[in-house]
């Protein structure tokens, strides 16, 4: 027994006349309550097709209403706070979210909406007390994400100059989530800054254990530490070793480098030939062509000169990074992936090439 006013509104909703159908749903709201979940339904139906102010206007109609329910008022405010983050008015979402906290049925809820506002807004103290109040509601594990919210503070405080401060956030870091790349990264970066160039190389040899898919992120400062340090034989050495766990394209890229050096580019490419037969990746083969190619001449040579500049289109077209979670891809390492907002998700592509090859 629907109202006739309702299949109005539906009527105008599935016409495109949307305003109309606003003015319905509210008139009969207040007319009848037991249309109060349908207007739910239609509140959340213009959130997802974009048209916030409409979702808006009909859940702050809802909660407008003197004898509405509470159970019904408290599903209106979540709404509402939905519209509002939606709409990015951020301060009246957050409003409104602290405020169901307090509601048993809505704290978990309103704690990842109130996390997801501070994330957007770069409140990073705001968003460590929030992941940590929501890990005793839900028992699930936010330290992994307390870690790089420790770490965006210990950049801001690196970039101001405040080398004490950003140490001890990455103290913090480390100590809820020893497996923190980020934060060992950062570590390296702030004690080669300050010419400690032993120091960085512990901290970078770190990441071999808490995840290898980053080892690349670390192989050129590793490299410029050894460098550094006079140390050269000790870098080839440690990039052998490496490689056997961890047959990256970098990893072969930086050794290659230093064969070369003392040897010559035949016995360079030699090298990489033989990784490149045993790993075959797109990247492997450009780095091969562009060691090789100093070696031949004539028609060879020519013929290599194309199969570089086909390589290399490819290369350019192709992502430098992807997230494992959602797909996005990029040129460039976002520890916060912009698609599915989800933290330590996206990898270097070599990494993922390798994995797929073995």
Not at 139 to 164: T, V, W
Not at 252 to 261: A, D, K, T
Not at 315 to 344: E, I, M, N, R
Request: charged residues 25%; glycine residues 4%.
């Amino acid at each position: 027994n629907l109202p006739r006013d309702y299949l109005v509104g539906l009527n105008y909703l599935l016409n495109e006349e949307p305003d109309k159908a606003v003015d319905i749903f509210i008139k009969m709201l207040e007319v009848d309550s037991n249309t109060v979940e349908t207007h739910m339904a239609v509140g959340k139906l213009f959130r997802r097709r974009g048209e916030v102010d409409r979702a808006i206007r009909i859940h702050q109609n809802l909660i407008a209403r003197p004898q509405l329910d509470k159970v019904y008022r408290e599903q209106s405010l979540y709404e509402l706070g939905q519209d509002y983050f939606s709409a990015g008015v951020l301060d009246r979402a957050e409003r409104i979210f602290r405020e169901l906290v307090s509601v048993k049925e809505y704290t978990a809820h309103a704690l990842r909406a109130l996390l997801d506002i501070y994330q957007q807004e770069k409140a990073w103290e705001s968003a460590i007390q929030t992941a940590n109040k929501l890990e005793i509601v839900t028992r699930k594990n936010m330290q992994p994400n307390i870690a790089h919210y420790c770490c965006e503070l210990a950049e801001i405080s690196f970039h101001k100059g405040q080398i004490d401060q950003a140490n001890q956030y990455l103290k913090q870091a480390l100590a809820v989530d020893a497996n923190c790349v980020r934060a060992s990264l950062l570590q390296a970066r702030i004690e080669m800054s300050q010419s400690d160039f032993k120091a960085a190389l512990k901290s970078l040899k770190k990441i071999k254990n808490q995840n290898p898919d980053y080892l690349s992120e670390s192989i050129d400062n590793l490299a410029s530490c050894y460098e550094e340090l006079n140390e050269q034989d000790k870098l080839v050495a440690y990039l052998m070793q490496m490689l056997e766990q961890f047959p990256h394209v970098p990893v072969v890229l930086i050794l290659s480098e230093r064969i070369r050096e003392k040897k010559g580019d035949k016995v360079a490419a030699k090298y990489v030939a033989d990784y490149v037969r045993r790993y075959p990746t797109l990247r492997g083969l450009d780095l091969f062509i562009n060691l090789y190619i100093s070696t031949t001449e004539g028609r060879a040579h020519e013929d290599l000169v194309i199969l570089q500049n086909l390589t290399k289109k490819l290369l350019a077209d192709k992502p430098d990074y992807q997230c494992v979670s959602c797909g996005f891809s990029g040129k460039t390492l976002h520890w916060l992936c912009p698609g599915c907002k989800q933290w330590s998700s996206i990898k270097p592509i070599h990494c993922l090439e390798s994995q797929s090859v073995s």
